[in-house]
């Protein structure tokens, strides 16, 4: 059996077959472990992920696990070890794999099914495994990686999280599809990747997992081999980046396996764009806030944010706004880039917690694309994608004329998801590990919001070249990001192949890259089958039935795994060796991602005395799910903080009267402000005794003000004007304008304010000047009073003005 799993015990005496095994809890492991052996040549990555699974119980079962794959990964074949037997299978098409598969359990014999499920991740079936039998699966696929902007990002996913929403009604899930999750068991993964040719000579790194590098030879070529440097885990996917490269446009062909005459093209493009002309770019921020957010992967958005304010610059344009269940805006429109609108945005993005709930992704992009706009925008989504459908908002999005640019966050995002989003709307996708840095991300994701735009993309052949077939360029391409084309050749052929384009909507089109192609063929059937795959992908759906036959017969004649074929292999038994009942489903459950929803923390709070003081204590050794606390943090951890002192000016109990916060004229809940309105601030102000109102920006956010006008006036109105106006100065000024009766008066009315806010204006003026004790010389007082009339002269009973609201 070998060395066995931590935390599993075997429930046989040791004598026996050591196949019956389950955790400390009881729950059965059928996932004995994954080990991914992949070998990188260009841009082209060939994989085995070998799967060892066991049936621990005393009778036969039909174990469903399902797995994820890498975006672009092409299945290229399949092989069984069942028991001590080698055995092969075939891609058939579906329905009949699917029939021919039951007919084997019905007789008692053994299957093995591996189908693509609709949200691209598979399903592997072992049907009939009898008591105690082992069986290893090892999945061979190849896949096309992108070069972008010098560096190569290599991402194994091991894991699928739990998703927001309904799997099999939004999802399209059959219920066997839908992955399960358990906290106690542990799936070990062994790893190693090596880097041939020019590739062994660049720097590599992996911000999810401590790795050993080694440097050899193989064939007289060098090879860096890298390796797990520790036990590892299927919790969270396994990241390599390899930079420090100088990538120029490649082309690779070879004789393709189906048609002898035919020749399969991989071309993948460097393109080199001309600089932007000057000008600011309009981005709407979105931030997930959802429940899975928590932990490591709210912490990482964070940062992301706050390196993406940093990037902004004098002629930019930006929102923000953050979605869960709901979605808040921090702004109706989009703000221009000054200090005061910066500093706004560090405070949101600092004050950001994982709290809205279930992760409304489709609503909250809808209600983004609405925000005002006077210019061409896109979209910057930061989120782990954790979503169970995403069909409707693709559809949604590409309507709504945005690019959505992509940051995906935390140990296991959603890749398929989040890619597809990103190609669908013409913008792109980059990813941020749990404790990686962020900066070199956000980089990337800002020159290509910043790169030229591209129209009319097209590729000009060796003359007298006309492709059988040739893959449809993407919908943007941007500066230093690899662009992959594929073709079928009706034979051989030498020459120059280039890429055309519009730059930023000139009619003349111009070379953005050009490739060699090559004069010998590379003696492998990856290229052709990766082209077949890309066929696949892009058959027409004039007509559907059609559609889907003509993409199953390629699929088979090619041997792929996709939407229209599965692989299938019955293993027909002896007589005395059949099942004589139908198998018990099990599924194997996936560990919890590390650090997903929080998990990886666990907090216990006291308090001593009245200090001030918060102690926080999380121990590792009071939990009993191991797997979730494989994190970067320290087993042990003390924090201390302080709590704010509590605004002693404002007593509620000496409140005569109760406001009303179920009247729509006193208290706004909507997704731009939360808080009093106008009315509402001025009947506090007459059922609350003047001593008792508050003189500090926090005592505001306590008595209902909304976070957005308390803002207002910390970063716009205390900073108007020369010199900075002291705290207690600008809350008692604003509390004074709306504390006139007149002013009560007139927003009930809906009468103009002007005059009322003149009135109210003048009188402060008055009252600073019978005050000798103010430090701030009165004709700044003055202008303070007068500024701040001015900016709410056009609020009504129930909103702020919008200049209020965004900073302006």
């Known amino acids: 059996m070998g060395k066995r799993n931590k935390g599993i015990a075997p429930s046989l005496e040791d004598g026996d077959e050591h196949a019956r095994l389950a955790t400390r809890e009881g729950d059965s492991v059928a ?25 621990p119980t005393d009778h036969p079962l039909e174990m469903v696990y399902s797995f994820p794959l890498p975006w672009g990964a092409v299945l290229l074949g399949v092989d069984v070890v069942l028991g001590e037997r080698t055995l092969t299978g075939a891609v058939v098409e579906k329905r009949q794999a699917e029939t021919r598969y039951e007919d084997a359990l019905a007789d008692g014999n053994a299957a093995i099914m591996l189908e ?32 972008e902007q010098q560096s190569l990002r290599l991402m194994i996913p091991t894991v699928i999280a739990p998703r927001y929403g309904d799997a099999e009604q939004a999802g399209g899930l059959m219920p066997h599809q839908v992955p399960s999750h358990s906290l106690t068991v542990e799936h070990p993964l062994a790893l190693s990747v090596h880097l041939h040719g020019e590739l062994a000579q660049s720097r590599v ?6 790795i050993a590098v080694a440097l050899g030879q193989v064939d007289a070529q060098q090879v860096l081999t890298v390796s797990l440097a520790r036990t590892a885990y299927l919790d969270r996917d396994f990241l390599l980046v390899v930079d420090q490269l100088a990538h120029d446009s490649l082309a690779i062909t070879a004789r393709d396996q189906v048609e002898p005459e035919g020749v399969a093209v991989l071309a993948s493009f460097c393109p080199h764009l001309p600089p932007k002309e000057a000008g600011g770019m309009a981005v709407k921020i979105l931030v997930d806030c959802s429940g899975s957010m928590a932990g490591d992967s709210i912490a990482a958005a964070k940062r992301a944010l706050q390196a993406i304010v940093q990037q902004l610059g004098a002629h930019d344009r930006f929102a923000l706004s953050r979605f869960g269940s709901t979605v808040q805006h921090r702004s109706r ?4 880039t000054t200090e005061t609108t910066r500093l706004a945005a560090q405070r949101w993005v600092g004050a950001l917690e994982a709290d809205l709930g279930g992760t409304e992704m489709e609503a909250a992009l809808a209600s983004t694309f609405q925000i005002a706009q006077d210019a061409s925008s896109d979209v910057l989504l930061v989120t782990d994608g954790q979503i169970s459908a995403i069909d409707a908002t693709l559809a949604s999005a590409q309507a709504s004329g945005h690019r959505v ?20 709307t013409g913008g792109a996708c980059d990813f941020v590990a749990p404790g990686e840095a962020v900066e070199p991300a956000v980089l990337r994701m800002f020159a290509r919001l910043r790169s030229s735009r591209l129209s009319d993309l097209r590729l000009e052949w060796p003359q007298g070249v006309a492709p059988l077939w040739v893959s449809p360029l993407r919908a943007s391409v941007f500066d230093g990001d690899a662009v992959s084309v594929y073709a079928l050749l009706a034979h051989q052929t030498a020459g120059e192949v280039r890429l055309l384009g519009c730059v930023d909507g000139r009619a003349e089109p111009q070379e953005i890259s050009r490739t060699t192609l090559p004069e010998p063929l590379t003696e492998t059937d990856t290229v052709s089958r990766l082209v077949a795959s890309a066929r696949i992908q892009h058959v027409p759906h004039a007509e559907h039935k059609v559609a889907a036959s003509l993409a199953a017969a390629l699929a088979v004649n090619y041997q792929l795994v996709t939407d229209h074929t599965n692989f299938l292999l019955v293993h027909e038994r002896a007589d005395a060796d059949k099942a004589i009942d139908m198998p018990a489903l099990h599924k194997v459950a996936h560990m919890v991602p590390a650090g997903w929803g929080g998990m990886g923390v666990l907090a216990s709070r006291s308090s001593l005395g009245d200090t001030g003081i918060r102690f926080s204590m999380m121990d590792a050794a009071a939990t009993v799910t191991p797997a979730v606390w494989r994190s970067a943090s320290p087993p042990v951890r ?15 109990r ?9 009247d729509e004229r006193y208290w ?6 939360t808080g009093l309105t106008p009315l509402g601030v001025c009947e506090w102000l007459r059922i609350t005794p003047e001593v008792a109102w508050p003189t500090t920006y926090e005592g505001l956010r306590r008595m209902g003000l909304g976070n957005w006008v308390v803002e207002w006036l910390e970063i716009a109105v205390a900073h108007e004007g020369a010199g900075r106006h002291e705290e207690a100065v600008v809350v008692r000024t604003f509390l004074h304008l709306l504390a006139e009766s007149e002013m009560r008066a007139a927003l009930e009315q809906g009468a103009g304010l002007r005059s009322v806010l003149r009135a109210s204006a003048q009188r402060l003026q008055a009252l600073w000047r019978g005050e000798s004790t103010t430090s701030a010389p009165r004709v700044t007082h003055d202008a303070l009073g007068q500024a701040m009339a001015a900016a709410l002269a056009d609020m009504s009973t129930g909103t702020w003005p919008d200049s209020v609201l965004s900073l302006a």
Not at 654 to 662: F, I, N
């Open 116 to 147: 693509r499920n609709h949200d691209h991740s598979y399903s592997l079936n072992l049907g009939n495994l009898a008591a105690c039998e082992r069986c290893t699966i090892t999945l061979r696929y190849a896949q096309t990686l992108q070069f």
């Open 405 to 424: 640019f992509v940051v995906g966050i935390g140990s296991s995002p959603a890749e398929s998801h989040l890619r597809r989003l990103a190609e669908a």
């Open 333 to 336: 429109v989009l703000w221009k």
């Open 638 to 652: 003390l924090r201390m903080s302080r709590v704010r002192p509590v605004d002693a000016t404002v007593d509620h």
């Open 654 to 662: 000496s409140q005569r009267e109760t406001l009303d916060r179920s």
């Open 31 to 55: 996932l004995l472990g994954v080990t991914f052996t992949g070998h990188l040549r260009g841009a082209i990555l060939e994989a085995c992920v070998e799967q060892r699974f066991v049936n």
């Open 205 to 210: 790194a992996s911000p999810s997992h401590p």
């Open 668 to 673: 706004a809940e909507s997704d731009h402000y």
